[in-house]
């Protein structure tokens, strides 16, 4: 990619403004994908009602798939060089002119299980990660703190298989070795996340891993897209976003720290992503960058339930306005330019 990541993510945090508050984070399955071929008219009333509700340059249109769909499910979108006609450069969006029917991608899916409190987007969750159960009897900030110290002690395991499962398919040395600094890094950060969980009264459960099997280039590509090149370039900008606002200056001192780091992961990610990218099928890199539309838009659902109140002032994590007021920001900057997300054009 033609831009400097980490310098990016420094002007979105520095844009955002932090407002107002509480619950828990599920995650989306995706039972059934099938193709519909659409009218004119109807790709343009998705394409509008997407630009209406804020969507920007998002493939994703949730509400008014259920009229081209045949029935509700949870997200549609339109081929890319559809929208790049609606949303055309520096103009404003219009419906291109179409005599054939246009094909709309339909999924269902629904939600289960829980990661953590707060909606915290840390880290890099590895395959066969077994969810946390929840944590009672103490303060949501405690039970906050200690999901954080999980995941970041999950991205260790999930940073050194990367980095074996590279070296196996004969990556570049530089990657291998960024991954094993990454999950350097984030020994460091589960440390300190523990700290602070055990400082506000919670005791740490450290990650449980289901056996696997090894993994293909397309599998680990998927993973990466997934977890790298959406959710820790989020938890990226995120994470600077908490490293101004936390309430206490150590949990600023912290989430600075942590910062820096994630801006390099998320950087290591796209890296990562282009060289697998490299080696893929013309096939397999339209799953992956299916995959990374549907982890775009499970980030959104679960990026619209609120944080507890004592997270977002004491951790300083990101309202729902705000969080989501990121993604959008992502998605028109950022995840839109991407050569990896763009394959299944």
Not at 12 to 25: E, F, I
Not at 71 to 76: D, H, K, V
Not at 105 to 132: F, K, N
Not at 296 to 310: K, Q
Request: proline residues 5%.
């Amino acid at each position: 990619m033609n831009f400097v990541l980490r310098a990016e993510l420094m002007a979105l945090a520095m844009a955002v403004v932090q407002t107002g508050c509480s619950g828990d984070c599920p995650h989306e399955v995706v039972d059934r994908e099938w193709t519909v071929h659409a009218t004119g008219t109807q790709a343009c009333v998705l394409a509008k009602t997407a630009y209406e509700e804020g969507y920007l340059k998002s493939p994703v249109y949730i509400d008014a798939c259920a009229s081209v769909c045949g029935e509700l499910p949870s997200i549609c979108y339109l081929p890319r060089d559809y929208r790049l006609t609606y949303y055309p450069d520096g103009g404003a969006p219009s419906c291109p002119e179409h005599s054939d029917t246009i094909a709309v991608q339909c999924q269902m899916t629904h939600r289960e299980g829980e990661y953590h409190d707060g909606c915290s987007i840390e880290g890099r969750r590895p395959s066969g990660l077994v969810a946390p159960g929840k944590i009672d009897g103490v303060p949501t900030i405690a039970s906050y703190f200690a999901a954080c110290a999980y995941l970041e002690a999950a991205s260790v395991i999930a940073f050194r298989a990367m980095a074996r499962e590279l070296a196996a398919h004969g990556a570049p040395p530089s990657l291998i070795a960024a991954c094993k600094h990454a999950a350097m890094d984030e020994v460091r950060h589960a440390r300190l996340t523990a700290r602070l969980a055990r400082r506000y009264g919670a005791n740490v459960i450290w990650p449980r891993i289901a056996p696997g099997c090894p993994r293909t280039l397309v599998d680990m590509a998927i993973e990466n897209v997934v977890e790298g090149v959406v959710r820790e370039t989020y938890g990226a900008a995120s994470a600077l976003v908490r490293a101004q606002s936390a309430a206490r200056s150590e949990i600023r001192e912290i989430a600075h720290a942590i910062a820096r780091d994630e801006c390099g992961h998320a950087e290591l990610s796209w890296k990562i992503a282009a060289w697998l990218d490299s080696q893929l099928s013309r096939e397999d890199r339209a799953r992956v960058a299916a995959c990374g539309h549907a982890a775009i838009a499970e980030l959104r659902h679960e990026l619209a339930i609120e944080p507890a109140c004592d997270v977002h002032t004491v951790a300083g994590v990101p309202t729902s306005k705000t969080a989501t007021r990121i993604h959008a920001e992502l998605v028109s900057c950022i995840w839109a330019n991407s050569d990896v997300l763009r394959a299944t054009s």
